[in-house]
């Protein structure tokens, strides 16, 4: 038996965090059906945390786990571009909406940089750690690209941009019923403006109009902060 | 399918070569998305064309497709470590806040139907729950 080869290939292939991610989503999606679909199990988080958990218990570094699982990130990119599907499918809908849309979008983006920035330094942030979170509510590529532009800290950046989507993810809809938006356009807006693509893939899940709003706001919100970032925050 | 996938991927390209040709500071596929728009509208496409069965079949795994990033947790959760509270007050405070504003400043611009409908749009039935694999 070749047990050293062996091991050597187990921890360099991309099979093996491949294997580990899918097997744990797909646990970790199971287990929030059974459940009833709780907030909390959302599998996202569920399985984030868990594979983070076998990542430290093996001393597994990030950075080659990441490169591994390239393959599913990658994908990110066309899956984006396949969000082109519900707008499509909810054109009228979107067009009528046109108004809203805009409005909302430029309120939403605006307030989420200026709010980050200064939430996080009335709090006692350093003024680094305030700059990188400011595009939060952008998708991460974004979000990544600006902070570097701004000066922040870029790997810090996408954390901020996962607290964003995750809890859009979790308890983004119930927060919407409890704030009485129930329109399934404004619900999927206001998920896409402050929750970018993990709040639109949660609003894919409620229904085609909100995952349609969701995609166009967050496409938008994307756009307007990376343009007006500079120009609102002191840099 | 293929097809579809073909169409896809080029709408993505076309958005990234755009996108480094002018120095947008925004992702390709966000450009690609506006364009794979415009080719479904310019061709009218029904529900079982190439270009929607792979475009349904990338949107219902979108979720999973994120898990990568967020595992970045362990990477760079202890750079917050020192100001953890700021950090995650401030973050979470601004979020809430923004999908509050954003959810009510939607329903307040959102189109009325001047008559005839009762209610605004159909109300969606649960669509297919993404990451369904069994």
Known sequence: MNLSETWAWFTTSPLTPLTL????????????????HHALLTPILTASALIGGVLLL???????YAEGTSFLTFLLGPATVALGLPLHRQASKVIEGAPMVLGTVLLGAV?????????ATWLGATHEMALTMAPKSATTPIAIALVQQLGGIAP??????????????????????????????ARGLALGVASHGIGTARA???????GAFAGLGMGLTGLVISLSVTGLIPV | MLRGLAVILSCQLVGEVVVHLFGWPIPGAVIGMVLFFGWLTLWRSPDDAPEARAGDLLVKYMPILFVPATVGWVAYG??????????????FGSWVLTLLLAGWAATLLRPRRPRGAGRLGPPDGPARPAGEAA
């Open chain 1, 111 to 119: 307030f989420s940089v200026l709010s980050g920035y200064w939430f």
């Open chain 1, 204 to 210: 894919l899940q409620e229904g085609q109009t909100q």
């Open chain 2, 78 to 91: 202890p750079q917050v470590l020192a100001q953890w509270f700021p950090a995650l007050a401030g973050a």
């Open chain 1, 21 to 36: 991610t899918v097997g744990l989503y797909w646990a970790c999606d199971k287990l929030w059906r059974r459940l009833g």
């Open chain 1, 156 to 185: 810090v950046a996408v954390l901020f941009v996962m607290v964003a989507g995750i809890s859009g993810a979790v308890i983004g809809p119930w927060i919407l019923t409890l704030a009485r938006v129930t329109d399934p356009r």
């Open chain 1, 58 to 64: 093996t001393g597994w570094d990030y950075a080659a």
